[in-house]
């Protein structure tokens, strides 16, 4: 099973931005689709965004299209999140999450999720 370490969390202002990284370590990291999904307490985990397998593909969440961008290194075993014009609405724990097969758009909820990391904080004032 694929194990997942987030980091590059963090506090920003409204308008900033900030890179998430995922560190996954275990067999067939490549083979996999991966996303992000964010949390805020007492709402559920939410989709954020989705790669393929081999990072040719990449899906999106409304709310982050054009401001997030996910990309993956299979070469480092690290998965991405770059997020620009950062909203106070993006305040989350952001959580990493290894799909159950290799194409990114089936991964859309938590259900689709077979490995979650252990999450990183993101805060954005306004």
């Known amino acids: 099973q694929v194990q997942l370490v987030e980091s590059g969390g963090g506090l920003a202002q409204a308008g900033d931005s900030l890179r998430l990284s995922c560190a996954a370590s275990?067999?067939?990291?490549?083979?996999?689709?991966m996303g992000w999904f964010r949390q805020v307490p007492g709402k559920e985990r939410a989709y954020v965004a989705a790669?393929?397998?081999?990072?040719?593909?990449?899906y999106y969440a409304a709310s982050v299209e054009g401001r997030f961008t996910i990309s993956r290194d299979n070469a480092k075993n690290t998965l991405y999140l770059q997020m620009n014009s950062l909203k106070p609405e993006d305040t989350a724990v952001y959580y990493c999450?290894?799909?159950?097969?290799?194409?990114?758009?089936?991964?859309?909820?938590?259900?689709?999720?077979?490995?979650w990391g252990q999450g990183t904080q993101v805060i954005v004032s306004s």
């Open positions: 999450a290894v799909g159950r097969g290799s194409y990114g758009g089936s991964l859309r909820d938590v259900y689709d999720v077979t490995s």
């Open positions: 275990g067999p067939d990291f490549s083979r996999y689709a």
């Open positions: 790669i393929n397998w081999g990072g040719g593909h990449s």
